[in-house]
């Protein structure tokens, strides 16, 4: 690795580490308003919300600038975001501004690649980055569930006595997203030296129309292409499934494991531990052109969540949770890859990326959505674990019949 690709990497790290961290301090912050328990799961819906409205824009503005400078920009709003929230702006107006960074931010940290690498490389490099970013997913929980919990409130805020900052910083969260504001800044700085490389895609037009048009054209011929359908149907799947199975631990750790918000934290990094490994698994063993031959895992990660229901001690939780990070990885990767390996040939990375978040985050915005209705009817967790499991392995399996199906053709 040299080192531009290197600066890639470290800034995804620093930049993905705070915004995970910023979601276990921004759920803190609303057990301490009181706010109603849908609440948890729509705070990441506000973050997402961003990606579904702004995706005909966002590729555009990748394509349109040196990948570097946009996440530069992308990284400022973040900060601004993460200061509002430390400032008193509720919690889901903060973070859905935290979003709006991370949506401009998406489609250039993956664009880069396609740009800086030749494609042989892309699932190596697909493997350290999203390596790095499950990296920061697992040290973000862990970190998040550190400050926000009660040691860090009696041996820092308390004995400190709070920092004198807009009216005083007295809680954990305050204090958590103090701290996190401090690796937003790491990860800017480490933007700005991000290699220059030159712009390989231009638009005729910019007006809002065009843009909505083009992002609707590139919509279509990404669905349209076999390997780009499949890829994309998996890849929307697994972050909707993902995203929904972190606030799905956190509620089932409480009621199976009787553990606390903090501990229940730091068990949803166990997951990212078992995904690290798929996709270092993935990434020396799976070659781009066999990257669909990975589809049955998907199938077999549903069954395996199914075996929660039966969990009630936290060592077996622990290895059950690594086994279905494992299987996660291991087809999330070569899904990844061959996305942006067929988005970059039909339309140039930044629209491909759009495009992809569009999708990936609208399977966000109704997962969790469905998990906040269920949750507001009064679902059991075991029974929201069963519907979830079930759905995961479905669906895989209808992806895996349709894909062999074409194949056969």
């Avoid at 039909?346 to 399977?363: K, P």
């Amino acid at each position: 690795m040299n080192r531009g690709f290197n600066t890639i990497l470290a800034a995804q790290f620093f930049s993905s580490l705070a915004d995970n961290a910023l979601l276990f301090a921004a759920i803190a912050l609303l057990k301490n308003l009181n706010a109603p328990s849908w609440q948890t799961p729509v705070l990441q819906q506000f973050f997402v919300f961003a990606f579904i409205v702004l995706a005909p824009f966002v590729g555009a503005f990748s394509d349109a600038l040196p990948k570097g400078q946009v996440m530069f920009i992308s990284n400022g709003i973040k900060i601004a975001g993460c200061a509002a929230m430390l400032m008193g702006l509720h919690p889901l107006l903060a973070y859905g501004f935290v979003g709006i960074g991370a949506a401009l931010y998406s489609p250039a940290k993956y664009g880069i690649l396609t740009e800086y690498l030749p494609p042989d490389k892309l699932v190596w490099a697909n493997g350290w980055m999203e390596g790095l970013t499950v990296a920061a997913i697992i040290m973000g929980a862990i970190f998040g569930g550190l400050l926000i919990g009660h040691r860090v409130e009696e041996k820092v805020v308390q004995q400190l006595g709070g920092l004198e900052f807009n009216g005083g910083i007295d809680t954990a969260p305050e204090f958590a997203i103090f701290v996190i504001l401090g690796l937003y800044f790491v990860a800017a700085i480490l933007n700005y030296y991000i290699p220059k490389l030159p712009i390989e895609h231009t638009l005729p037009k910019r007006t809002p129309v065009f843009l909505i048009a083009d992002f609707w054209r590139t919509f279509l011929l990404l669905w349209k292409d076999p390997l780009g359908q499949v890829s994309l149907a998996v890849t929307s799947l697994f972050w909707g499934a993902g995203t929904s199975l972190r606030f799905i631990i956190l509620a089932w750790a409480g009621a199976a494991l009787k553990l606390d918000l903090e501990q229940a934290t730091q068990l949803t990094a166990v997951v990212a531990v078992g995904l690290a490994i798929g996709s270092v698994v993935a990434a020396k063993a799976v070659q781009l052109e066999h990257a669909v031959k990975v589809l049955p895992l998907g199938v077999a990660m549903g069954f395996v969540v199914l075996g929660m229901v039966l969990v009630r001690d936290w060592r077996l939780a622990v290895l059950l949770l690594i086994l279905i990070g494992i299987l996660a990885g291991s087809f999330l990767i070569p899904m990844n890859a061959l996305l942006q390996h067929r988005g970059h040939h039909l339309m140039g990375s930044g629209h491909s990326i759009a495009v992809q978040n569009f999708n990936e985050n609208l399977s966000i915005l109704l997962m969790l959505g469905a998990y906040a209705m269920m949750i507001e009817a009064g679902f059991s967790i075991n029974t929201i674990v069963i519907v979830f499991g079930l759905f995961v392995s479905v669906t895989m399996s209808l992806l895996t019949i349709k894909h062999g199906h074409d194949q056969d053709k």
